[in-house]
């Protein structure tokens, strides 16, 4: 009797052990918000050694970037293959990265290094409708939520000072990080809920592409 009730105790404690608290990122009418990167900001000041892929990628696809928003750690190299029929002319503005990727087709020469953390907003010099993002993490693990808005958290509640959220279309704006401390966060049936108020979906479609295939040449 006593080995069967150790037993069922480490069962019952491996199970405890092996739950994941999933945070589920809705907006203003509680609709789920994919494409919302979750920063996990930890009270122990070690953390693990940030471990780079050997490439990312942010291929762009019937004009558009894909992924939408590309989550990488600082250090990162990233690729930006050009898989449309048409030519494209990627380039950054932001502080994190600037840089600039003439018109080319299929693969460009060199993946470009992510060195600084924070938000990368690209755009192509050619189709004003493509807008992606890169965002770039430190030493403080991101993931981005699914399609159902859904993150699955690495740690335990007890381990977090506090959350950070990023979107796009955030009210508070695309440069802006918003902070969450753990004892405000909203707990909905043992996981984590956040709100956040977003600008609706802008329309791809613009003047520019509805007469961007050229009737001989390159088309652009």
């Given at each position: 009797m006593?080995?069967?009730i150790?037993?069922?105790?480490?069962?019952?404690?491996?199970?405890?052990?092996?739950?994941?608290?999933?945070?589920?990122v809705v907006?203003?009418f509680?609709?789920?918000l994919?494409?919302?990167?979750?920063?996990?900001?930890?009270k122990?000041?070690?953390?693990?050694?940030?471990?780079?892929?050997?490439?990312y990628?942010?291929?762009q696809?019937?004009?558009?970037?894909l992924?939408?928003?590309?989550?990488?750690?600082?250090?990162?190299?990233?690729?930006?293959?050009?898989?449309?029929?048409?030519?494209?002319?990627?380039?950054?503005?932001?502080?994190?990265?600037t840089?600039?990727?003439?018109?080319?087709?299929g693969?460009?020469?060199?993946?470009?290094?992510f060195?600084?953390?924070?938000?990368?907003?690209?755009?192509c010099?050619?189709?004003?409708?493509?807008?992606?993002?890169?965002?770039?993490?430190?030493?403080?693990?991101?993931?981005?939520?699914?399609?159902?808005?859904l993150?699955?958290?690495?740690?335990?509640?007890?381990?977090?000072?506090?959350?950070?959220?990023?979107?796009a279309?955030?009210?508070?704006?695309?440069?802006?990080?918003?902070?969450i401390?753990t004892?405000?966060?909203?707990?909905?049936?043992?996981n984590?809920?956040?709100t956040?108020?977003v600008n609706?979906?802008?329309?791809r479609d613009?003047?520019e592409?509805?007469?961007?295939?050229?009737?001989?040449?390159d088309k652009l």
């Amino acid at each position: 009797m006593p080995r069967l009730i150790v037993s069922v105790l480490l069962l019952f404690t491996c199970f405890f052990c092996s739950a994941k608290t999933v945070i589920k990122v809705v907006d203003q009418f509680n609709q789920p918000l994919a494409d919302a990167v979750i920063n996990f900001e930890l009270k122990n000041t070690l953390t693990q050694p940030t471990v780079v892929s050997p490439l990312y990628v942010m291929d762009q696809v019937e004009k558009a970037f894909l992924p939408h928003v590309l989550v990488v750690p600082k250090g990162a190299k990233v690729s930006f293959p050009n898989s449309d029929d048409i030519r494209h002319h990627v380039y950054s503005f932001s502080k994190a990265k600037t840089f600039e990727l003439k018109l080319y087709h299929g693969e460009p020469k060199a993946p470009l290094e992510f060195s600084e953390s924070g938000i990368v907003v690209l755009g192509c010099n050619i189709h004003d409708a493509m807008v992606g993002y890169i965002y770039v993490y430190d030493d403080k693990p991101a993931i981005k939520s699914s399609v159902s808005g859904l993150v699955t958290m690495p740690y335990a509640v007890e381990q977090l000072a506090a959350i950070t959220v990023w979107h796009a279309r955030a009210k508070i704006g695309v440069n802006r990080i918003r902070t969450i401390k753990t004892d405000a966060l909203a707990i909905v049936d043992g996981n984590i809920k956040i709100t956040l108020e977003v600008n609706p979906p802008e329309k791809r479609d613009s003047f520019e592409n509805l007469f961007s295939d050229l009737d001989s040449g390159d088309k652009l």
